[in-house]
């Protein structure tokens, strides 16, 4: 096998959630990664190059060439935004048009990477201009979420024929839909300190939320406008390691407190309604939420509140992707596999 696996960490950010960003042009990411699978398609049918390359086991040289291509083209991908840099944004992607102009990227600006520098010049221009088949895939290393693949390549291709560039980077998927992610206890363990001032603790009708033997409290206050309500759907998420952490909540408006622990068991919570309920006289109100979690399962206290865009819920829903994995920046192989065409 003259294939080679060619492994370096990166500490990158995949531009996944950007990709899926639902702001302008509200894209999806299938349709972004359709619009990947277009470009190479272009790129591909650009050329003219080898005629039955295949057919042949190729020469050292070709090969080595074929490599090269492989990994300039995954370290400009992985270590560019693209070019334009809201690349896609652009209108011509949501209609599968993409234009001569764009190069795409999938590193996240202002993130920190190997050099703490995204390469400015793009060698890739020479690179694109060759006749290749190619697919890249995403694979999660440890999560409950699916791969992605796209490309072109066909399976009949020799192996030896391919060359493949293997990165472990870091990928974004929807970390900036999260409002607050409630791991404080892990950071600090049997050392947490409440860093906000519980009102549960002054009000003396209500249960004291300090810190016991068993148990410790997170408490946060954030404020809701009954406007936010026409754009985000609100949900409470959790791992499924939840259902053993014998954790209990409360959500309350500061007008109506209340010490009804409920058991949090459940993966997904909707809160819409709670809020659309409690803000129909009113133009906005802060609430509390208030976790109660054994300090033995501290481990499986995993939650997040997160606010959805209301155009992209579905989507999310019929994805099965409204789980906690996809709100966490998570590690995975970025895997790119080229043969010329
Ligand atoms: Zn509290």
């Given at each position: 096998m003259r294939i080679k696996h060619l492994i370096k960490n990166h500490i990158l950010q995949c531009k996944i959630r950007n990709l899926i960003k639902d702001q302008y042009g509200l894209l999806h990411s299938t349709e972004l990664l359709l619009s990947i699978i277009l470009l190479l398609f272009i790129i591909a049918t650009i050329a003219n190059l080898s005629d039955n390359l295949n057919e042949k086991i190729l020469s050292e040289e070709e090969f080595n060439t074929l490599e090269t291509i492989a990994i300039e083209s995954s370290d400009y991908l992985?270590?560019?935004?693209?070019?334009?840099?809201?690349?896609?944004e652009d209108d011509g992607l949501n209609n599968g048009i993409v234009s001569r102009n764009i190069i795409p990227g999938l590193a996240v600006k202002k993130k920190i990477i190997d050099n703490g520098e995204f390469y400015s010049e793009s060698e890739s221009d020479e690179i694109l201009n060759g006749s290749y088949q190619s697919t890249m895939a995403i694979y999660p290393l440890k999560s409950k979420i699916g791969p992605l693949v796209m490309g072109n390549l066909d399976d009949n291709i020799n192996d030896n024929n391919i060359a493949v560039v293997n990165r472990t980077v870091k990928c974004d998927y929807y970390s900036s839909f999260v409002v607050y992610d409630f791991n404080d206890f892990e950071l600090s363990g049997d050392d947490y300190d409440e860093d906000e001032i519980c009102n549960h603790d002054t009000n003396p009708n209500l249960t004291n939320h300090s810190n016991d033997e068993r148990s410790l409290w997170l408490c946060k206050n954030f404020k809701?406008?009954?406007k936010s309500l026409e754009n985000y759907d609100y949900y409470l998420i959790s791992d499924e390691s939840i259902k053993n952490s014998n954790s209990y909540w409360i959500l309350e408006s500061l007008n109506k407190t209340n010490d009804d622990r409920q058991s949090l068991d459940q993966e997904i919570i909707d809160?819409?309604?709670?809020?659309?309920?409690?803000?129909?006289?009113?133009?906005?109100?802060i609430y509390s939420?208030?976790?109660?979690?054994?300090?033995?399962?501290?481990?499986?206290?995993?939650?997040v509140l997160v606010a959805?865009?209301?155009?992209?819920?579905?989507?999310?829903?019929?994805?099965?992707?409204?789980?906690y994995d996809y709100f966490n920046v998570q590690d995975v192989n970025f895997v790119m596999k080229i043969s010329y065409d």
């Amino acid at each position: 096998m003259r294939i080679k696996h060619l492994i370096k960490n990166h500490i990158l950010q995949c531009k996944i959630r950007n990709l899926i960003k639902d702001q302008y042009g509200l894209l999806h990411s299938t349709e972004l990664l359709l619009s990947i699978i277009l470009l190479l398609f272009i790129i591909a049918t650009i050329a003219n190059l080898s005629d039955n390359l295949n057919e042949k086991i190729l020469s050292e040289e070709e090969f080595n060439t074929l490599e090269t291509i492989a990994i300039e083209s995954s370290d400009y991908l992985l270590n560019n935004p693209g070019n334009p840099e809201n690349w896609e944004e652009d209108d011509g992607l949501n209609n599968g048009i993409v234009s001569r102009n764009i190069i795409p990227g999938l590193a996240v600006k202002k993130k920190i990477i190997d050099n703490g520098e995204f390469y400015s010049e793009s060698e890739s221009d020479e690179i694109l201009n060759g006749s290749y088949q190619s697919t890249m895939a995403i694979y999660p290393l440890k999560s409950k979420i699916g791969p992605l693949v796209m490309g072109n390549l066909d399976d009949n291709i020799n192996d030896n024929n391919i060359a493949v560039v293997n990165r472990t980077v870091k990928c974004d998927y929807y970390s900036s839909f999260v409002v607050y992610d409630f791991n404080d206890f892990e950071l600090s363990g049997d050392d947490y300190d409440e860093d906000e001032i519980c009102n549960h603790d002054t009000n003396p009708n209500l249960t004291n939320h300090s810190n016991d033997e068993r148990s410790l409290w997170l408490c946060k206050n954030f404020k809701i406008y009954k406007k936010s309500l026409e754009n985000y759907d609100y949900y409470l998420i959790s791992d499924e390691s939840i259902k053993n952490s014998n954790s209990y909540w409360i959500l309350e408006s500061l007008n109506k407190t209340n010490d009804d622990r409920q058991s949090l068991d459940q993966e997904i919570i909707d809160l819409n309604q709670v809020f659309i309920n409690d803000l129909e006289n009113s133009s906005e109100d802060i609430y509390s939420i208030h976790f109660n979690v054994d300090k033995n399962h501290i481990n499986n206290f995993k939650t997040v509140l997160v606010a959805i865009p209301k155009n992209m819920t579905n989507n999310l829903i019929s994805n099965d992707e409204l789980k906690y994995d996809y709100f966490n920046v998570q590690d995975v192989n970025f895997v790119m596999k080229i043969s010329y065409d």
